[in-house]
């Protein structure tokens, strides 16, 4: 399984903005399509973003970030990051990446890999 690390989160006023990384020592790490999701206190897990295998050319978004983040990879790096403009208070949780070897996104049965989480706290 290609081990995940996620970095990046913090506490950022309500309109401000991050960016969250994705990242990998595994050479395989460009072969999976990479998922991002989060998950508030109480509240259950839920699809935040994915960008294909490979390259950026492909990406699907919650409706709760479109307009807002934008998600991106960087071969070179063996990083995917997750860019989140105009933060809302409900942004707030812990982030989480995840591997999954196919295209387009579909059950997370098929997720191979989850990295540790980093937390977004969005508040005044």
């Known amino acids: 399984q290609v081990q995940l690390v996620e970095s990046g989160g913090g506490l950022v006023q309500p309109g401000g903005s991050l960016r969250l990384s994705c990242t990998s020592s595994?050479?395989?790490?460009?072969?999976?399509?990479i998922h991002w999701f989060r998950q508030a206190p109480g509240k259950e897990r839920e699809f935040v973003a994915a960008?294909?295998?490979?390259?950026?050319?492909?990406?699907a978004y919650a409706d709760s970030g479109k307009g807002r983040f934008t998600i991106s990879r960087d071969k070179s790096k063996n990083a995917v990051y997750l860019q989140m403009n105009n933060l809302h208070p409900t942004d707030t949780a812990t982030y989480y990446c995840?591997?999954?070897?196919?295209?387009?996104?579909?059950?997370?049965?098929?997720?191979?890999?989850w990295g540790q989480g980093t937390q977004v706290t969005v508040s005044s």
């Open positions: 960008v294909i295998w490979k390259s950026d050319i492909s990406t």
């Open positions: 595994d050479s395989t790490f460009n072969d999976y399509s």
């Open positions: 995840a591997a999954d070897p196919l295209w387009p996104p579909g059950g997370r049965e098929r997720l191979t890999s």
